[in-house]
């Protein structure tokens, strides 16, 4: 049920991401921007629109936050895998944007794509002011140097460290990389219907953490070609993991662990929450 | 009175600034968010306090989107200097980011300078939440792949282009490049007071033009000493300007004349615009 869903919503958000670029001038600029957006798992996008299925708000609300929040993350990887930064030259099986195109262009497509992101969580289409105010409000506090982009600073601060992080470090590390904007999704539905996001913030904060020991397990155990991207960098590197300080055997149960305490903070709505918790389980299950 | 006033205004934007950056962790991209929004003429910002002003907006609110503005100005000067856009080593007299610190401390500073100014526009210090939604709409408009990044992308494609630009192309450029943002901090006072912007789109348009024509008259003519960077880098590329367009006498009397367009445009505000017309008749006159 949960993975027919993602496709749905999947579809519907690369339909909506289609429409807006193409509204777009003919660029390299913009071209690389919807290179850039093809494809993915779109996990936060459904994030979105399922804890909005979940309020009963419908998905021409919640369309615009769901590729708002897909475009905020492809920004992140495009920005993320230039020469400075990570150094990626294949992401999702493709040539990166630097390497197919050129870094000029690569820095000038995310920075776009970030700004399509608070532009969509701002169109008229969604909600009314105080919902649109308050989901580019939350956007920013999520994404900026308070959030994911503090995240990435404490990752490139420890390339370059005496001693590797600690399993905190790591946890505060990994909490505003991957962990803030996962929260915002799961969020997003709550703020669409000006309902109080505290348990979604709980199921996504769990959710977030087991989605990274998760891509750590991956890292270490998982095939290229499936998961479209270079592997066993963290180890070639000498960074510290989840599973290079836990152990991949307890690492698997904390995942498992968090997995449990994601589902327990949604009893509350009943069967409604069948979906997202479903969603909790294939995180730690994928093999992508 | 204008000088006084803009000296004032920018004095208030850096307190601003210093206090919303100083509750940041510190790391290089936060000390490299706080040194690059460090000095500058302040236009932008200066922009929106005095459009508020006009309109009897109170500068307790007009300040957020001031600072908000000047964040976005910053992202895109440190974005623009990295090696693979301008390339500039220099930038209001001081090493660029990427000189200071490296490229990827540069980009990661400006991407969460980006993220700032969304984030100062939507505060719930602003207005209400309708002045909120519509200043960040309209920023990402001005800013993204619409505005400001169009006119970049246009730069760029411009530098590998078989034959110069001509007057309409450069036009359009400039008015994404530099324009789009300034007809925003224009418009933000109008919109602050939840009146039409109107007057103050025409103002500023032929504002940010002339605004465009006297930066390439100072390359030409300009002392590097006071500008703070390198200057005739146009002329040594080879780039097509309105000076090598227009020639250097024509330029000048086109600046006059979108300087008169611009203060005529504000003639239906009475005394309380003079300020606003003084920063046209500025704009042309500065020598940096």
């Not at 049920?1 to 919503?9: G, P, R, S, T, V």
């Not at 690569?106 to 909600?127: I, K, S, Y």
């Not at 505060?172 to 799961?186: D, M, N, R, V, Y």
């Not at 095939?223 to 307890?250: H, I, P």
Request: aromatic share 6%.
């Amino acid at each position: 049920m949960f993975k027919e869903i993602l496709a749905q919503d999947a579809a519907r958000i690369q339909a909506q991401f289609d429409l807006v670029l193409s509204a777009l001038d003919e660029l390299d600029v913009t071209r690389a921007m919807a290179y850039t957006t093809q494809g993915g798992k779109r996990l936060r996008g459904f994030l979105v629109m399922e804890s909005a299925r979940m309020y009963g708000i419908d998905a021409t609300q919640a369309i615009w936050p769901a590729v708002g929040i897909e475009a905020l993350h492809a920004y992140s990887l495009v920005h993320d895998d230039l020469p400075c930064m990570d150094d990626d030259d294949l992401r999702r099986g493709r040539p990166t944007v630097h390497v197919k195109w050129d870094e000029g262009t690569a820095v000038m497509a995310g920075d776009a794509l970030q700004t399509l992101a608070f532009e969509l969580c701002t169109r008229p289409e969604v909600g009314n002011a105080e919902i649109r105010a308050e989901l580019a409000l939350t956007l920013a506090k999520a994404s900026g140097a308070q959030g994911m982009v503090l995240g990435q600073a404490l990752d490139m601060a420890a390339e370059t460290a005496a001693a590797p992080l600690t399993l905190e470090q790591i946890t505060t590390l990994q909490a505003g990389k991957t962990g803030a904007l996962i929260e915002w999704s799961a969020c997003a539905g709550a703020r669409l219907a000006q309902a109080d996001p505290e348990p979604l913030r709980q199921y996504a904060q769990a959710l977030g953490l087991a989605f990274q020991i998760a891509d750590d397990i991956l890292d270490v155990e998982g095939d290229a070609e499936k998961a479209g991207k270079r592997l066993q960098k963290d180890a070639e590197a000498g960074k510290a993991t989840f599973v290079s300080l836990l152990g991949l055997n307890a690492a698997k149960s904390r995942a498992v662990e968090l997995v449990d305490q994601a589902c327990a903070a949604l009893d509350g709505y009943g069967a409604k929450a069948e979906t997202l918790k479903d969603a909790a389980r294939f995180v730690i299950a994928r093999d992508s």
